[in-house]
């Protein structure tokens, strides 16, 4: 294994524990929130679509690029907008009470 | 791929992984979620526009068009979307995310094909795994979102020897792996491959039960993550490794609180096929000459209208019924006449992590009504009436007393303690685990039978005249 490889294991295992810290007790309430905000996140394949994308040709390898990037984008737009509106219903109800 | 990419790009990724942490730990927290969906939605734009000014990136024409059309279909399907309708929606994205990875992975296998060069064997290690749990979680999402949408059937799909089968194509997909590490650009061979993975992730799901779906939502989830820092492996890149597990984590958390609400291992869910052994036992047991006690909605409205305590417990029925608005009137109504009125929610009641709250609070259901699982037991013994709306095998007392029961040791809402049960349910069938439900056939319960809307709203004119 090369030296960039590790460097990616220990941010890669890192980054595990700290997802796990962070989002230990987190009330039922919001979990479909939590699932979908994070859902939306996880649309972070989107970089590395554009980065297949990028070079200025039409071969396969750029179209499948290019496939990612709009299922990739539906992923983080929709992910996102969706778990605002859901927390939108949640704060209306709670400035009621 | 490990190309020096300009360190102001390295800088935003930096940002942009401390906002999607800060982001995830204020989506933790009532008052601070909408603001860390915010903050996580800040983080992706920068990686985006940092990624977008990567020398590579030279295609921007159709990058931009990508990315309008992605917005345009992503913010449509967003306010579209009923909220009953959630769990489908969550299910389609996360299936969209695993397929981006499975296509980066495929992508740079093609474009390494094309340069003549070398695969190496970390490269190629990587590509293997994103195109394994990228389609799995394609195919396996969509299969989810095809049961809950109703499109092919929400129960079990078994068929004989599945477990061999599936054993098979496993062994296939690593004979395939294994040919592909050591003669890495045999084209044939990797597209078996990936329909291999497309196949298995059909597999995976298609045996699992409507029920179960809390798990397999969550499950695939965790696995979108995990097919996006496997991505992240393929092109190099920590910020796809960061989110990815971040993501990862997150769901494996979700996942096991879900298991943990049904007693059940992660195993027995994926393998368990649930309902289609339990039937036979069931059918068995209900053998006997029980008999149930029904009512018309006068006499349910009598009942609840009269009470001084009332615990409303949604199920899966009140969201197919689409009943929420018409549960929290009749709440309404009820308070008006003086009844405490509280919702009791069970863990795994609907088809996702937290269903119930987000339709509850989308009828505009007061926060403070809303009470877990282990706050409101205790208070079952105080109330007078127990209104069950659509669930079954959350309030099934043989979870709790009859070993033999296939859901015994799961944690239920214990209604059967409340002075009076009233159920409303469509009809005598078995929920999903396939078990009866000695509830039912008790003294002190009372069967509603109907859709669950058209019965509370009987329920809300009922009581509106008392």
Known sequence: MNEALIAAFFVFVLASFTGFEVINKVPPTLHTPLMSGSNAVSGIAVIGALIVAGPRDTNLSVILGLIAVILATVNVVGGFLVTDRMLQMFKKKEVKV | ?466
């Open chain 2, 1 to 466: 791929m490990s190309e020096f990419l300009p360190t102001g790009i390295q800088v935003t990724y930096l940002v942009a992984s401390s906002l999607f942490i800060l982001g995830l730990k204020k989506l933790g927290s009532p008052a601070t979620a909408r603001q860390g969906n915010l903050w996580a939605a800040i983080g992706m734009l920068l990686a985006i526009v940092a990624t977008l000014l990567d020398r590579q990136v030279l295609n921007y024409e159709l990058i931009a068009l990508g990315l309008l059309i992605g917005t345009g279909i992503g913010a449509i399907a967003a306010y579209k979307v009923a909220m009953t309708d959630m769990p489908q929606m969550v299910g389609l994205l996360n299936g969209l995310g695993g397929a981006a990875s499975a296509l980066v992975a495929i992508a740079e296998f093609w474009h390494l094909l094309g340069s003549h060069s070398t695969i190496s064997l970390d490269a190629n290690i990587s590509i293997i795994l994103s195109v394994f749990i990228g389609g799995v979680t394609f195919t396996g999402s969509f299969v989810a979102f095809a049961k809950l949408q109703g499109l092919i059937s929400g129960s079990p799909v078994t068929f004989p020897l599945q477990q061999p089968v599936n054993a098979l194509l496993l062994i296939g997909f690593l004979v395939c792996s294994g040919y592909l590490l050591v003669v890495p650009d045999n084209l044939p061979v990797f597209l078996g491959m990936t329909a291999l993975s497309l196949l298995l992730g059909i597999l995976f799901v298609i045996p699992i039960g409507g029920g179960d779906m809390p798990v397999v939502i969550s499950l695939l989830n965790s696995l979108s993550g995990v097919a996006a820092a496997t991505a992240g492996f393929v092109v190099m890149n920590n910020m796809l490794i960061i989110a990815g597990a971040l993501v990862g984590a997150s769901g494996l958390i979700l996942t096991e609180i879900m298991c943990k609400a049904m007693n059940r291992s992660l195993a027995s869910v994926l393998f368990g096929a649930f309902g289609g052994s339990a039937a036979g036992v069931a059918a068995g047991a209900a053998g006997g000459d029980k008999s149930v006690h029904s009512i018309d909605a006068e006499e349910g409205a009598m009942m609840l209208g009269y009470a001084r305590s009332v615990v409303i417990v949604p199920g899966y029925g009140m969201a197919v019924a689409q009943a929420q608005h018409a549960v929290r009137e009749l709440g309404d109504q009820l308070e008006k006449l003086g009844v405490e009125v509280k919702y009791a929610i069970h863990p795994v009641a609907g088809r996702m992590p937290g269903h119930m709250n987000v339709l509850l609070a989308e009828a505009n259901v007061p926060y403070p009504q809303l009470h877990d699982m282990e706050d409101i037991n205790p208070q079952f013994e105080q109330t007078d009436v127990a209104l069950v709306i659509g669930a079954n095998d959350v309030v099934n007392p043989a979870a709790r007393s009859d070993s033999s029961s296939p859901i015994y040791g799961m944690p239920i809402l214990e209604v059967d303690k409340a002075k009076h049960a009233i159920v409303i349910k469509r009809g005598m069938s078995a929920g999903f685990a396939g078990v009866d439900n000695d509830l039912f056939y008790k003294e002190k319960t009372m069967m509603l039978f109907g859709s669950a809307k058209d019965i509370v709203a009987k329920l809300v004119a009922e009581v509106k005249q008392l």
